[in-house]
């Protein structure tokens, strides 16, 4: 079993990434292959998966990202493929938050999660995630790429949100913190 792969980007696939350790090319399922950047070095976090059809990777930037996915496959229901566009859509503390104030909107509104799976997972996972190691700086730092991220994919160009980013306020929730930023963006 693998724990992590250390290596170069080869490719960008739209729903994976080569990573290249030492001549050997790995393909490894992400949540956002284009997070990545061509050519430059990551350590990513795996977890092999082994059926009748293949071997598969799923890749991970953070340990926390790695162990969520764990417990998101470990619902009745939820395999791999269903559990990675979860980790794309949403924060890592977001998707926690959700499960422990049990909000099941927040939870239908990752692909192909209905009333009764977000149940589910509230049912199978609530209270069992303190484990994963976020604190408030990490909470911070992953509420800004959240922010960061919602702005991109409305258009905004990177440089143009640096200034912005440090401005909102991040004890308020994502969506919040949109508002905010758009306004001061308008201005």
């Known amino acids: 079993m693998y724990d992590y792969i250390i290596g170069n980007v080869e490719y960008?696939?739209?729903?994976?990434?080569?990573?290249?350790?030492?001549?050997?090319?790995?393909?490894?399922?992400?949540?956002?292959?284009?997070?990545?950047?061509?050519?430059?070095?990551?350590?990513?976090?795996?977890?092999?998966?082994?059926?009748?059809?293949?071997?598969?990777?799923?890749?991970?930037?953070?340990?926390?990202?790695?162990?969520?996915?764990?417990?998101l496959i470990s619902v009745k229901g939820l395999g791999c493929k269903m559990a990675l566009p979860i980790l794309a859509v949403g924060s890592t503390t977001g998707i926690m938050d959700a499960i422990e104030r049990e909000n099941i909107l927040y939870l239908k509104k990752f692909p192909k999660i209905g009333d009764k799976l977000a149940k589910q997972i509230i049912l199978d996972l609530k209270g069992k995630l303190e484990f994963i190691g976020v604190g408030i700086s990490d909470q911070e730092i992953e509420s800004e790429n959240e922010l960061k991220e919602v702005l991109i994919g409305l258009g905004y160009k990177e440089k143009e949100l640096k200034p912005v980013l440090e401005k909102v306020n991040s004890s308020l929730s994502i969506e919040e913190q949109v508002k905010e930023a758009l306004r001061l963006l308008l201005k």
């Open 12 to 71: 960008i696939k739209n729903n994976a990434i080569v990573l290249d350790n030492h001549g050997v090319g790995y393909l490894i399922y992400v949540s956002n292959p284009y997070s990545f950047e061509l050519g430059k070095e990551y350590k990513v976090y795996v977890y092999q998966q082994i059926q009748e059809d293949g071997h598969f990777l799923y890749g991970f930037k953070t340990i926390e990202e790695k162990e969520l996915f764990l417990k």
